[in-house]
Structures are given as C-alpha cells and as structure tokens.
C-alpha cells in the first residue's frame, strides 16, 4: 500500500515531520521521560506517604504500565503515527474521548509535569549554587529546553542521548554505593502508615512509569516505527522497574524513612557517597533527570498539538511546523508560555503538582486502551498485518486491568490531596465546553462536525465502524 511505501521510506513522515529516531533514541527518550519525574521529583513525597514501604509502592505502580505498554505497543507497531495518544482513540473509538483524554495529560504537562521538573531541577541545582534564586533557575530550564526542541528533533534526540548516559551512571552510582549502606532496621516495621498509603503512594508513582507510553505520539518520526516502537517498550520498561525499586530501597534504607521524607535523594546520597560522588550524583543523576524528562515533555507535549490542530480541534495554524526545522514551533511556544505562567502554582508545594500531573496521565491512557481493545474488531486487516499483536483474551484483559488500576489510582489520589483533584475536575468540565463550543463553531462557520473525525481514518486506514460494516 501507499502508506507502508511512504513508511519504509528515508526521511518521510506525516504533516512535514522528519524520520530521524532509531530504537536508541525511543529508548533514551522513554526512559528519560521515565527517570525523571519518578526518582527525583516524586520519591521524597511518596516516602512521606508511605514510609519505608516505598520500594513496594514502586512495584505495584508499575503494575498498570506493565499492562498497558503490551496494547500500546500493538497500537504504535499497527499504525505508527503523529500524536497517536489522539488519534488512536479519536479514530477507533470516540473523537471526544480521545480529545478529552489528550485535555487531561496537557492538564498534567503543562500545570503539572513541566513546572514540577522545572521546580525540582532548580532544587538539585540549589545544592551545588545555594545562592542562586529557585524561581529563575526553573524559567531559564524551561526556556533551553523550549529553544532546543525548537532546533529539531533530531538535536533534542542528540542531547537527549548524551545526558541519558550519564544520567544511568549516576543512577548506579547512589545504587552501588547505597546498597553495602543499607540498615536493615530502617526498613521495619514495613507498613508504618498503613497497608492503605501504599495504594496512594503508588497513586502518585504511576506518573512516574508516564514516559514511554509517550513513544506513539512520535510514531511518525520513528524509523521501522512497526518494530522500534515494540522492542523499546520491551527494554525500556524493566530497566526503569529495576531502577526504581532500587533506588526506593537504598533511600529509606540508608536512614530512617522520617529523614528522607519530601527530601531530595541528594540528602541520603550525602551520607553515604564521598563529596565527588555525591555532586556527580546531584549533577548527573538529579539535574539530568529533570533535564531529560524536561527535553522528552516539550518532544511529545508539541505532537499533541499538531494531531489537533490538523483535525481543527484547535485552530490550524497552532498546527504549523517549521520548514527549516520540522519542529511544531507555535505548539512548543504555547506549552512554553502556558507552563510558565503555572510556575507560581507550585512555588510553596510541589504536592499539587504532582497530583495533577499523575491525574492527567492516567485519564489519557483510558481512552488509548479501549482503542486497543477495539482495534482487532474495527481494523481487522490493519491488526492482522501488525508486526507485533496482542491476542485471545490478553486483547481485553490487558487493557481491562490498567483501566482499573487507574481510576483506583485517581480515586486515591484525590482523598490524598481534595485540592488537585477539584483542580483536575474543573479543567475536566472546562474541557467538555471547548470541544462542544468548538464543533458549533465549526459546524456553523466551517460545515466541519468534530464528530466525522473517523472517517478521516489513520495513514488511509478507516474503522469499519465508520464504513457501515462493523459486525
């Protein structure tokens, strides 16, 4: 077929984005993303939760990621595409629910992940230069990033690999030399606040495990995105599993729980690394971890931006891409400029932050897993001619158990903090006036109904639902 021609060839991709990824850079992208927001900007407060049961809370967040990268790997390796978190869902299975999944996960961008990495950059920075002001160290880290992304994907791509390395050694670093640390007596009793903070420690982690998932929205800048976007997940998943629990255990091990709670791992570093090891530990590990996770949000973030815009959801010309560059420059400039005026918000808490971010990733994958479920059944020819596929009852069950990890997540999550989740509803219900409001406007002014959105298909490939064929 013409798509699959298009797809195998050198430097195509869709709506004047460049094929430039290889499964390198899906890797580092997805565990940056990962790495970042999970060990340094979210451990101290999931301590403060759940005290030295962190590491299992560490586990049993990944639970739901582990159940969901198998159908959003058959998605990504099926139809490899630009801002799939939309497009899958507003194709197979409901255009409004696919827009209000992408509503809540920018919810979690732009008032929740980039001014919290921006925050949490600044304090590791702050160890090293106490004198310099928290406030302008996260504007200035939001605006490299923002100017790198500008650049292209391809220079983001570089940057990101480079700090990737150093960030894994450093990871290492406080791992090997925290582990012979370790005091067994920090670690009991197991359970000191409670069987039930687990489950809301792990509310909060599962943002953590938001990273790689973002891979589909990329699709369309993957080189052999059928295989690549598969094979990442495979390698990317457990690496950052390990990690995790690792790192959870070396920090509530090292000293008692109640020291490391809403502290930065640089405080357990310090007691048991030599001044050398524990700046580059700061260094690599806390500020590249902010860093990449910074660098892979304003990747994807701006991919939602042009899925949107070229269904006019949101006006065209927030679509545009740079000729010279193939970035989506007016997208990266309005996560830009939105995420900077969300910096006061968190400038006493980070808490809040951490709320809607997690929020806002978890709404986003419900409406991608039942497009998963669906896929089979709406796109038969597109799921059988899929490199990677998930089948018999894996093809609900799957989906099925991340979708209520999550919304057990989100519940947990707001008794935990009744000020993001209030803030998460109102964005919500804010985000059901727009999309009605935007298709009367287009209806009227335009003849266009949000609601033929799937007839529009995927790389030419339509939901026979929409073909008035379904079975």
Request: net charge positive; with cysteine.
């Amino acid at each position: 077929m013409k798509d699959d021609a298009m797809e195998k060839g050198a430097g195509a991709g869709e709506l004047g984005l460049k094929k430039e990824l290889g499964l390198a850079d899906a890797v580092s992208i997805e565990i940056g993303a990962m790495v970042g927001a999970g060990i340094f900007a979210l451990t101290g407060i999931a301590i403060g939760i759940s005290g030295s049961a962190v590491p299992i809370a560490f586990i049993i967040a990944a639970l739901p990621m582990v159940f969901a990268v198998l159908p959003l790997g058959m998605l990504g390796s099926a139809l490899p595409t630009v801002g799939g978190s939309f497009r899958y869902p507003s194709r197979i299975f409901s255009p409004f629910w696919g827009f209000m999944g992408v509503w809540g996960i920018m919810m979690g961008i732009l008032l929740g992940g980039l001014p919290l990495y921006a925050y949490t950059f600044a304090d590791y920075l702050q160890v090293l230069f106490p004198f310099l002001p928290r406030a302008s160290i996260a504007v200035t880290a939001l605006t490299f990033f923002f100017l790198i992304n500008l650049l292209g994907i391809k220079i983001a791509s570089k940057v990101q690999i480079a700090m990737f390395f150093i960030l894994i050694a450093a990871l290492l670093t406080y791992i090997c030399g925290g582990i012979p640390n370790i005091d067994s007596s920090n670690l009991t009793p197991l359970f000191p606040k409670g069987i039930g903070s687990i489950a809301i420690a792990a509310g909060f982690l599962f943002f953590a495990y938001m990273g790689a998932n973002y891979i589909i929205d990329l699709g369309a800048e993957i080189k052999d995105a059928g295989r690549t976007i598969p094979r990442s997940f495979a390698l990317s998943i457990p690496v950052v599993i390990v990690l995790y629990t690792l790192i959870g255990l070396v920090a509530v091990g090292v000293v008692p729980w109640e020291i490391s709670a809403n502290q930065p791992l640089s405080m357990s570093a310090e007691r048991f690394l030599s001044s050398p090891l524990a700046i580059f530990f700061i260094v690599g590990g806390g500020l590249l971890a902010m860093a990449t996770t910074l660098n892979a949000t304003y990747m994807y973030g701006s991919r939602y931006f042009l899925a949107l815009a070229d269904d006019e959801v949101i006006p065209k010309p927030l679509g545009a891409v740079s000729k010279k560059y193939g970035t989506p420059h007016w997208g990266l400039l309005a996560m830009y400029l939105i995420s900077l005026s969300a910096l006061p918000m968190g400038a006493s808490s980070l808490e809040i932050l951490g709320v809607t971010a997690s929020i806002g990733s978890i709404v986003l994958l419900i409406p991608i897993l039942i497009a998963a479920y669906l896929l089979p059944r709406r796109m038969p020819d597109v799921y059988e001619k899929a490199p990677f596929r998930v089948k018999g009852l894996w093809v609900w069950l799957l989906p099925g158990l991340a979708i209520l990890f999550g919304i057990f997540f989100i519940l947990a999550l707001g008794m935990e903090s009744p000020p993001g989740f209030a803030l998460f509803v109102a964005w919500m219900v804010a985000g059901v006036i727009y999309y009605y409001g935007r298709n009367r406007y287009l209806r009227v002014k335009k003849g266009i109904d949000l609601n033929d959105i799937p007839k529009k298909g995927i790389r030419g490939h339509v939901s026979r639902t929409f073909l008035g064929k379904t079975p």
